[in-house]
């Protein structure tokens, strides 16, 4: 009982140790608090390499305004220093380019890059659970497209679960 108590309490200092960074943010529904990313943008990229498995693409104003909406995925992003590979959920690369991860920002330059992020901001909610935040062309209900017409303004976040053990990262060409 004491062990528990001791874990807990442990684990409240460093949830109070993470703190609210602002407290109106774009990347949260209705534009609400944010706390601070579980590590600093510079171990943020540290901790990005491995196995990225996508459980969601959110987009803002997706059906409601300023609320977050998407649907599940079974697609994943194997990352490592400089390149990136993109998924299908048969485990075909359906993509693949040279990445930087450079303070708390992931840069790609990816081979087709067609719906996927080229600038994303990484955020940890904790050691393994991350979000990939950018701005996305605003997603079209009637043509179930991106409108790429209008302007790549609308804030996206691509979440899932980061595994960094056991993986043979591919290298870029």
């Known amino acids: 009982m004491i062990l528990l108590v001791i874990l807990y309490s442990c684990e409240e200092k460093k949830n109070e140790k993470r703190g609210i960074c602002t407290e109106k943010s774009i990347w949260r529904d209705k534009n609400g608090a944010d706390s601070c990313s579980y590590f600093s943008k510079e171990e943020s990229c540290k901790h990005l390499t491995g196995k990225l498995s996508i459980l969601s693409r959110l987009h803002k104003h997706f059906i409601d ?22 998924f299908t959920p048969a485990g075909e690369i359906a993509d693949r380019g ?15 890059g067609e719906g996927l992020p080229k600038k994303a901001e990484v955020y940890f909610n904790s ?20 409108d790429t017409l209008k302007t790549p303004d609308n804030p996206t976040k691509m979440v899932g679960t980061i595994s960094n053990k056991g993986f043979n990262l591919p290298s870029f060409p």
């Open 127 to 146: 050691p393994d659970f991350v979000e990939l935040r950018y701005f996305d062309y605003p997603f079209s209900m009637n043509t179930f497209r991106f």
């Open 65 to 86: 305004k300023n609320v977050f909406e998407g649907g599940m995925s079974s697609r994943w992003f194997q990352i490592s220093d400089d390149s990136i590979s993109y």
């Open 98 to 112: 040279a990445c930087q991860c450079k303070n708390g920002v992931l840069t790609i330059d990816w081979e087709i």
